[in-house]
């Protein structure tokens, strides 16, 4: 017995010492095997049941928002902007037209927020420049910092340092709208109105009620200082935005952006404006998108947009509004209006980043021939200017399509983040987390579908009028809803179509959360009457009791369109069980190799597995 032992001791530490390695190998071979097959289930079934979701695009500001009230400065400063904000609160400083420096720039957003603007302004500091100003926004609304059922305004000026007038286009509006809504203490800040501001009090009176206005007065703060276009880091904001020609994924990559770019990139996801103005000098036109032009030609040529239209139409809407940009004498432009790529190309810019990820129908306004005027033409600049900004936010918000994606279960519950797409135009957009949404459209007739995870996809019809806009609200049903009929046929399914009815007669659903607007409404039927006219195939799920005399039932492909928009293919619970079974499988085999190791190691020591003891007797 001995030797015999002392064999099979040899025996298997000669085999033992070549499988370790071998099993190891095996056992991550299959670990691997089984996440894969996990991530192509997973994957599979998002491909099947879902739409893919576009870039995200709400995000929310984390360590670069904070209050003012939080916003810690040095003695130094807090003393100059004391001083700033008692001469701002005197009645003759709005008088004076001058550019202000960042620190009194800063004075005079909290002099706004603590004044006029009081009740109805939230003041924000979006993030630092490279040399570390802090650059601030201000919004202005009924109900400043929440979410609300209105199209969203930004305007953002100084993106090259050089180029300044926007700076006080921004702030004098900023001071126009809440003396105009009647926000605050007028008293308090506000003085007599210029003579272009006095126009427009009455128009700029509705803007508030209308729309949610996002004001950045500067993005480049270090770049105004030294009076040079780029900022601290000697980089061109405005060619260092992700680019959808050099990466169409446009990935944000806010460590590789300047502390500026990346600023603004969260703020405007934080936000979704409807529509921007992005204020530029060097000529006198509005410039829409693209910018970009593709291809390795880099020469200028028109670039247009899904949007070209309604961009265009926009941005004539500010050119017209102004006295003297969309006439004979802008010699350059006539118009007062280029496509951006056709002026010159440039790749980077906020323009087509701001349309295509946030969605937003950004124009760039040149507004002056000669950079950094002298301060004595503010004022006939502003004048020039204002109501221009006022025509293009009141286009916006009156004349832009606007609604709701609900919940067709009770048809109140907003769908949060539903996406919407206009047919033709391949840049869709995402509704708010109230479901509600804003589109600047072309004039004319558009087909909108709606769609979400969980959800049937919906397509509607509207009409969008040249001076009114258009509303459309869009009611979703549930995937796991059933349409109830009592007519013909009691119950069709969307889920799992195994047979296909032909019928012969209407069929009308009257279940009690039916849309009453939806196109197949019925009102003398009481219900949404399908099937009109010629026969239509349905999907029987098989529970269906059939009147053969309005119904036969006919082996057939399921009808295109009908069946859950996100495609057909196998459950995700079948591949869910070929996960798991592969994974037990997995185990099983893990678990018996482990037991014949260690009754290999107990024959090398000499001892059996049947709790006979060897001996050397």
Known sequence: RGARAARLTEGCATVGRGRPRA????????????????VAARVDARSLRRPSPIGARRTTLLDDEFDVDSFDVDSKSKAVATRSILRDVSSGEWSKWRYRSNDELAATLDALHAGPCAGISKLTSIG??????????????????????????MLVGNMHGDEPVGRELIVRFARLLCIAHGGGDRSSGAGDL??????????????VDGARVFLVPTINPDGFKNKRRNNGNSKDLNRDFPDQFNDPSLPDGFDERQPETAAIMRYSQSVNATAALNFHEGALVANYPYDAISGTNRQAGYAKSPDDVAFKRLAKIYAKAHPSM??????????????????????GGMQDW??????????????NE???????????LWSEHAPAIVSYVHAVTRKSLTGKVLDSVDGTTPVASAQLSVAGIDVPFIASSLGYYARFLAPGTHEVTASAPGYYSQTRSVTVDAESGGTLTISLRRLEDETPDTGNVQTFSKQKPSRVVETKKPVVNRNSAVDTNDPNYDPEKGGIVWNKGEPDEWVDDGS????AANARIVYAPTPEGYVQPWG?????????AIVVALVVIGVCIWRWRKRRKARLAALREGVQLSNVKVTND
């Open 23 to 38: 099993m190891a190998f095996a056992h991550r071979a299959w670990a691997v095997v089984c996440f894969i097959l996990v």
């Open 128 to 153: 630092t420049s490279a040399g570390g100003v802090a650059m601030r926004a201000i919004e202005i609304s009924t109900s400043p910092g929440l979410e609300q059922a209105k199209p969203g305004i």
């Open 194 to 207: 210029d003579e272009a501001s006095k126009k427009l009090v009455d128009e700029a009176a509705s803007v």
């Open 326 to 347: 969309a006439t004979p004498a802008n010699k350059e432009f006539p118009e007062g209006v280029t496509n951006g790529a056709r002026w010159y190309p440039l790749w």
């Open 354 to 367: 701001h349309y295509i990820k946030t969605q937003t129908m950004d124009v760039t306004v040149e507004v």
């Open 370 to 380: 000669r950079k950094w005027p002298e301060a004595g033409q503010l004022s006939s």
């Open 544 to 547: 269906t009791t059939l009147d």
């Open 568 to 576: 057909q293919g196998p459950d995700i619970g079948f591949l869910d």
